[in-house]
Nanobody, 127 residues
Framework: QVQVTESGGGSVQPGGSLRLACLVS????????MGWFRQAPGKERKAVAV????????WYPDSVKGRFTISKDNAATTVYLQMDSLKPEDAGTYLC????????????????????WGQGTQISVSS
């Protein structure tokens, strides 16, 4: 059974940085595309960073492009999200998700494409 566990959330001032980690256990990590999603209260989950199973392809929405970086460490079965120049609108619950893929270079961006979700970690950005 695949399990996903996030860590690294917290509070930061605008302009600060945080690094999230997502440990995946069970399954074959190299077959998973991985995504980080943000969910604000009462709103749907939106992808903020996605990496293909191969680790070679990434995707970001315009709102975080140039500030967030996703990376996949197959040896550690962990995916990271480096968040720089944080803004108040980046606050929310960040969830990590795994999507088993036959096409190693595909990067799923919709929540419905993901099979396994973590519990989430909270990010607060305020002065």
């Amino acid at each position: 059974q695949v399990q996903v566990t996030e860590s690294g959330g917290g509070s930061v001032q605008p302009g600060g940085s945080l690094r999230l980690a997502c440990l995946v256990s069970g399954g074959s990590f190299s077959e998973f595309a991985m995504g980080w999603f943000r969910q604000a209260p009462g709103k749907e989950r939106k992808a903020v960073a996605v990496v293909s199973a191969s680790g070679t392809n990434t995707w970001y929405p315009d709102s975080v492009k140039g500030r967030f970086t996703i990376s996949k460490d197959n040896a550690a079965t962990t995916v990271y999200l480096q968040m720089d120049s944080l803004k108040p609108e980046d606050a929310g619950t960040y969830l990590c998700a795994a999507s088993k893929q036959r096409i190693a270079t595909y990067w799923p961006t919709s929540a419905w494409e993901y099979d396994t979700w973590g519990q989430g970690t909270q990010i607060s950005v305020s002065s």
